[in-house]
T-cell receptor, first 113, second 111 residues
Framework: DAGITQSPRHKVTETGTPVTLRCHQT?????MYWYRQDPGHGLRLIHY???????DKGEVSDGYSVSRSKTEDFLLTLESATSSQTSVYFC????????????FGPGTRLTVL | RKEVEQDPGPFNVPEGATVAFNCTYS??????FFWYRQDCRKEPKLLMS?????NEDGRFTAQLNRASQYISLLIRDSKLSDSATYLC????????????WGLGTSLAVNP
């Protein structure tokens, strides 16, 4: 299995607080992705990165920001959490563009009260 | 119409059965196709890519029909361990970095 970890694995927070989720990979993969998964929706891309300091928006980026200062770390920040951001968040990596296999981290279950 | 559509199931089958899932996609410009497997409360993992000529990996066979815009997954000799949700994934037409994920088809293999 690819070495991808996410932290925290579970988090409960209150509306209006900032939250940062971390994804760490040991595969030296160039591309990294943040998804959210909700009932009734497929995995939806939030943001992705195609290199250090190179990021771009996905289809549901409003309310989220990302940063990638090192190849191995990709951070997702909810500037001011809302209840609609309660979800399971998955980080994924690929060595090339998305037509390569995507390797996923174990997920972070976030609840915003 | 959703970009990727799957029958959510659940499919309940006995061990040893053969089961098939279909998935339809709306964008004729999509270039790459995949089946991922997701166990309950776990991360998705690639099961297999789907090639134009069809491909097989052990008990699993994937087919692509570009004319009708659907892909299929056939599982032969089902095992209890095959119980999972199977996600159909296609690349967005014209953008290889973007994947469109189906909601998944739930399979339960019973003893």
């Amino acid at each position: 299995d690819a070495g991808i970890t996410q932290s925290p694995r579970h988090k409960v927070t209150e509306t209006g607080t900032p939250v940062t989720l971390r994804c760490h990979q040991t595969e030296n993969h160039r591309y990294m992705y943040w998804y959210r998964q909700d009932p009734g929706h497929g995995l939806r891309l939030i943001h992705y990165s195609y290199g250090v300091k190179d990021t771009d928006k996905g289809e549901v980026s409003d309310g989220y920001s990302v940063s990638r200062s090192k190849t191995e770390d990709f951070l997702l920040t909810l500037e001011s959490a809302t209840s609609s951001q309660t979800s399971v968040y998955f980080c994924a990596t690929t060595s090339g563009p998305s037509t390569d296999t995507q390797y996923f981290g174990p997920g972070t279950r976030l609840t915003v009260l | 119409r959703k970009e990727v559509e799957q029958d959510p199931g659940p499919f309940n089958v006995p061990e040893g059965a053969t089961v098939a899932f279909n998935c339809t996609y709306s964008n004729s410009a999509s270039q790459s196709f995949f089946w991922y497997r997701q166990d309950c409360r776990k991360e998705p993992k690639l099961l297999m890519s789907v090639y134009s000529s069809g491909n097989e990996d052990g008990r699993f066979t994937a087919q692509l029909n570009r004319a009708s815009q659907y892909i299929s997954l056939l599982i032969r000799d089902s095992k209890l361990s095959d119980s999972a949700t199977y996600l159909c994934v296609v690349t967005a037409g014209g953008n290889n970095r973007k994947l469109i994920w189906g909601l998944g088809t739930s399979l339960a293999v019973n003893p």
